[in-house]
């Protein structure tokens, strides 16, 4: 690990106001770099879009047990996340991103050799781990590299990272595909069953994004906490001005108060138990998965073969979806700096609810036919349409807006705990959805994105009466920050 490459006691080179010619990219490619973590996130969980069917016939699985495998990942994603913020505040943000390259390349090595549900099962596990590890430490230390004016941008780089994962997954879950004798079922050229191909890729970005931790420097936050002054100094005046990194180690060790290690308890409160803005961050999180997201992308190549497409045209289709994701986070990205947080969350609440309501009309009137919603031409293009602009509605606003939140909202104190408890209750929620899906789908589509509905109403009433902005706040002036409705 290389703390302090790159600067001086002396200080880089300057520009205008004393900073560093090269801050800002200096800043994006730190943020870029941990944001790797956010790739192999989105990569490892959709992956196995393009093997439910094969995995189904080849292990012999029902609905439920097929639900379970898919979601087994998100346990010990719940778990990951859970143990990050305490293993970051004790061994550095760096080091925990090195571990989770490590576990991410395991588990697609193990996969990939797996002979039956329950060894699949264990080695999707070891994933979660790695995907629940990255999902906090990415936008942790993303946060405290970032100035101010660009957090937001530099925080939606997570999530951009994130859904260039999943399409990255899909397009080589379709590529992988195409060369083999028989789909994903079928033997790759190479040797092997596709399916097994899938799942080995992701061996090759873990290895990268192990590769690149080793040079990034450490967290000036962690580095202040630890006592090591200097470090964190030169590390800030890779970022800004000798002045303006001595003003903001003199904020930190001010926000920090104390050197003894965070305790869950620190994040009690007298509201149902924990603070105010811990429950906002919970909810966040929850929220952002019970609109159902993950559905379309662990199922949607299933999804569109049981309405009518092949098994092609429905892996094209997810790859379209994957995207438009893409674009819209990147319009997230030039937005949430400039007009906050508050607006794009309620835009995509409202936007969710519209577009999943429509889905909810198209699956619940389609004629059933073999036990499966058959939609007739009108009504899958208006689906198509309709699960295209949900998206859009949740990839500018609650996809990335979320986790620059959750990496920002807390106070320097609590900030890894609490983002901690957040990302475990967000894959706790999401191995729900997940789990539940093929069974409320079994029901009807209808009645399963009717729920999804349900909830994005919810949560734009939520964001409405509950949600805080947190648009140009200096993380050493979050312990300031106010829960609407709360004096």
């Known amino acids: 690990m290389t703390e302090s490459s790159g600067a001086t006691p002396a200080g880089p080179a300057t520009g205008d106001g004393g900073r560093p010619a090269h801050s800002a990219a200096t800043a994006a490619l730190l943020a870029g770099a941990a944001a790797l973590g956010g790739f192999l996130f989105g990569y490892d969980t959709s992956v196995i879009n393009g093997t439910v069917d094969a995995l189904q016939t080849q292990f012999h699985l029902n609905s439920v047990v097929v639900g379970f495998v898919v979601s087994a990942a998100l346990l010990g994603c719940a778990v990951g996340a859970w143990f990050a913020g305490p293993l970051a505040d004790r061994f550095g943000r760096v080091r925990v991103m090195q571990i989770a390259a490590l576990l991410f390349f395991i588990s697609a090595i193990g996969s990939s050799l797996a002979f039956n549900a329950i060894d699949l099962t264990f080695w999707r596990v070891i994933g979660g781990l790695a995907i629940g590890t990255a999902s906090v430490i990415a936008p942790a230390y993303i946060a405290e590299i970032a100035p101010a004016s660009m957090r937001g941008r530099l925080g939606s780089l997570q999530q951009l990272a994130v859904v260039i994962g999943i399409f990255a997954a899909l397009v080589a879950d379709y590529v992988i595909a195409q060369v083999s004798d028989g789909g994903a079922s079928g033997r790759f050229p190479l040797g092997g069953t596709a399916w097994r191909w899938m ?13 690149v931790a080793t040079t990034i420097p450490e967290s000036p936050r962690y580095l202040v906490k ?8 030169q590390v800030l005046m890779r970022l800004m001005g000798r002045g303006e990194a001595d003003l903001k180690i003199s904020q930190i060790v001010k926000s920090l108060r104390t050197d003894r290690p965070v305790r869950l308890s620190d994040l009690k409160g007298t509201r149902l138990g924990l603070q105010p803005i811990v429950w906002v ?3 966040l999180s929850v929220f952002q998965q019970f609109v159902g997201i993950n559905v379309i992308f662990y199922y949607s190549s299933t999804l569109w073969q049981s309405v009518g497409f092949s098994e092609d045209d429905a892996m094209l289709t997810s790859v379209i979806t994957s995207v438009t994701n893409i674009v819209t986070t990147l319009i997230a990205i030039a937005l949430v700096d400039k ?14 609810t519209v577009t999943l309501a429509v889905m909810t009309v198209c699956f619940a009137t389609a004629p059933i036919v073999d036990g499966d919603p058959k ?5 899958g293009l208006l689906a198509l349409i309709a699960a295209n602009l949900y998206v859009v509605a949740f990839g500018a606003t609650w996809g990335p807006v979320v986790w620059v ?12 705990s609490a983002l901690a408890v957040a990302a475990a209750a967000q894959w706790i929620a999401n191995w729900l959805i997940t789990t539940l899906f093929p069974g ?7 009645f399963a994105y009717g729920t999804y509905a349900v909830f994005a109403a919810i949560a734009f009433v939520f964001v409405l009466r509950a949600v805080p902005e947190t648009k140009g706040r200096e993380l050493e002036d979050m312990d300031d920050l106010k829960v609407p409705g709360r004096s």
């Open 199 to 211: 799942f080995a890729s992701a061996a090759l970005p873990a290895l990268v994004y192990g590769v």
């Open 226 to 233: 630890k006592q090591q002054i200097a470090k964190a100094r």
């Open 281 to 283: 961050g919970i909810l």
């Open 339 to 352: 007009i906050g947080r508050r607006p794009l969350l309620l835009f995509g609440a409202a936007g969710m």
């Open 375 to 379: 939609l007739g031409d009108t009504a």
């Open 405 to 416: 939140m959750l990496g920002e909202m807390f106070n320097n104190w609590i900030r890894t």
């Open 440 to 446: 409320m789908a079994d029901i009807s589509l209808g």
